[in-house]
């Protein structure tokens, strides 16, 4: 089967989108303790480009659970990652749950997609300003 008898979705870019009950103070968390600056905005939403995947931060009434991750980036140096992180002022999590367990903020997950070519991945969890929990992983060649 081709890309094309799939179907829309499948054809299509996936694009993440986050809650925010204070924009502006979320504006300042992805800026300040991210590093990151919006590529475009409109009322009520903010577009954010990394990798060139697009993630909107977007005001709203509601709030996340914040019990699971909601978007992650993958980066080449985990370890580099968190350290500049954390110097911007970024709060890691404690994860000890069945299977693992961070140390220094990291965890160490055993297994991976086969498609990625990995024999497993290593972790990090913070929340953002709005309690949004999202994560840092590298996959383990």
């Not at 977007?58 to 659970?65: E, L, P, Q």
């Not at 140390?103 to 709005?130: H, M, T």
């Amino acid at each position: 089967m081709n890309a094309d008898d799939r179907g829309a979705l499948a054809r299509g870019r996936v694009a993440t989108r986050l809650p925010a009950q204070d924009l502006d103070r979320a504006r300042r968390f992805y800026s300040e303790q991210l590093g990151l600056e919006p590529v475009d905005e409109r009322p009520g939403g903010l577009l954010y480009r990394c990798g060139g995947v697009d993630f909107v931060l977007f005001r709203s009434t509601g709030a996340s659970s914040g019990t699971f991750t909601q978007m992650a980036w993958e980066v080449d140096d985990i370890e580099a990652a968190v350290r500049e992180l954390r110097q911007r002022g970024v709060v890691f999590e404690d994860v000890d749950v069945a299977g693992f367990r961070t140390r220094n903020g990291i965890a160490e997950v055993e297994g991976n997609y086969p498609s990625k070519g990995a024999r497993g991945e290593r972790g990090a969890w913070f929340r953002d300003s709005e309690g949004n929990l999202l994560g840092v992983g590298q996959p383990v060649l």
